[in-house]
């Protein structure tokens, strides 16, 4: 009967590497592929008039300022408190959407202007409520 030899059984260092190039290049895949969410440092007005907003530090869905920003605005104010309400209370509150229409209103009542003149408050607030 022949023996089997041990150190034949073990595979070889270079496998081993490959096996794990290969699965740390898979990790990087799977990281890739989940939604990579982006604060925003500066007031921007993009697609005013449109679902795709993105309007200040704060608004436009999936869209929001970095932990400590001051808003653009008061209608960034208003978007950034229904970012704050949402993320405690869940995307489907009913009480933060209508907190949310009810600043909008107040802001639009004050007669102030925003910061954009490319987008300003009539353009951008109708792509809101």
């Known amino acids: 009967m022949r023996r089997s030899n ?3 059984l073990l595979p070889s260092p270079l496998l081993l590497l490959l096996l ?3 699965v740390a290049s898979g990790c990087d895949a799977v990281q890739d592929s989940q939604p990579q969410v982006r604060c925003s440092r500066s007031c921007v007005a993009e697609n005013c ?4 907003i993105k309007y200040g530090k704060y608004c436009g869905v999936g869209w929001s300022g970095c932990p400590g920003e001051k808003p653009c605005d008061d209608l960034d104010a208003c978007c950034k408190i229904h970012d704050e309400c949402v993320e405690k209370k869940g ?7 209508e907190k949310f229409k009810q600043c909008i209103q107040k802001v639009k009542k004050s007669g102030k202007m ?9 353009v951008a607030m109708p792509t809101m409520i």
């Open 20 to 22: 794990l190039l290969f």
């Open 49 to 52: 008039n449109s679902l795709g």
């Open 6 to 8: 041990p150190s034949r």
């Open 114 to 122: 925003g910061f954009s003149k490319v987008c300003p408050y009539e």
């Open 91 to 97: 995307m489907t509150s009913v009480w933060c959407h």
